[in-house]
């Protein structure tokens, strides 16, 4: 395959489980386009920036070095010769994120970041604004989604034996992002123009990843 496979959708569609096993059967690169927000939210909570003051966070974000290259079939980053591993999934970051991904000086260099990339090979990225925003042009994109009631179900399971959390606060707390994410003035979480749309909600993961690999195959 070459060029990039854009698959988005809401928190907790499945988008994670199945561009990582759509890269692996087409031998592309995985990117997950949320980690990089989730990375700059680290850097600034870090640095003791406030993360509502888009001003700062994007002052903040000239000064950073982020560096990408790829490792064991994935694009993976650095940011001051850093990588942040876990420390962006930490309820603080799950909590900042959002308001960091709507300013507008972010979402601008985080866009040309993913962009560049695809130098790195045949990627499968994915996100919330790859078909409409980063990748336009790819004639590969989909949105994968599924019931609020599932993804909450899905999410819960992830995290219950962790953090012991009740499944209607993580449906509350998916709505709330759902609600930023699709309500904000740049680059809302919407269906792409041309993109195939997948229900996942009484799907299981193998039949999503066959789906979008034979189409991904036929398009390429
Ligand atoms: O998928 P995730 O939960 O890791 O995403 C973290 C945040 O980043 C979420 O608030 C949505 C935002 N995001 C975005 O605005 N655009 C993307 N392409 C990916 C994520």
Same mark, same amino acid.
């Given at each position: %395959?070459? $060029? &990039?496979?854009?698959? /988005?959708?809401?928190?907790? #569609?499945?988008?994670?489980? &199945?561009?990582? @096993? *759509?890269?692996?059967?087409?031998?592309?690169?995985?990117v997950d386009s949320g980690a990089v927000y989730r990375g700059i939210t680290w850097a600034a909570l870090e640095r003791g920036v406030d993360v509502h003051d888009g001003a700062a966070v994007t002052q903040m974000l000239a000064g950073l070095d982020l560096r990408f290259f790829a490792r064991d $079939?994935? *694009? *993976?980053? #650095?940011i001051d010769d850093r990588e942040p591993g876990d420390a962006i999934r930490t309820q603080d970051v799950n909590n900042a994120v959002s308001p960091v991904a709507v300013i507008p000086g972010v979402r601008i260099q985080v866009v040309l970041w993913l962009r560049e990339m695809a130098r790195l090979g045949p990627l499968v990225m994915e996100g919330r604004d790859i078909g409409t925003a980063v990748f336009p042009e790819t004639p590969c994109k989909f949105y994968l989604d599924a019931s609020p009631e599932e993804r909450a179900r899905r999410r819960h399971r992830e995290m219950v034996e962790e953090t012991g959390i009740e499944e209607a606060e993580v449906d509350a707390s998916l709505r709330r992002r759902d609600k930023i994410d699709s309500s904000r003035k740049? /680059?809302?979480l919407q269906v792409a123009? $041309?993109?195939? @749309?997948?229900?996942?909600?009484? %799907? $299981?993961?193998?039949e999503v990843v066959s789906t979008i690999v034979a189409a991904a195959k036929s398009d390429a």
């Open positions: %395959m070459t $060029g &990039v496979v854009a698959i /988005d959708g809401p928190a907790a #569609s499945g988008k994670s489980t &199945v561009a990582r @096993r *759509v890269a692996a059967a087409l031998e592309a690169l995985y $079939g994935a *694009v *993976v980053f #650095s740049m /680059d809302p123009p $041309g993109a195939t @749309r997948i229900d996942s909600t009484a %799907m $299981g993961i193998d």
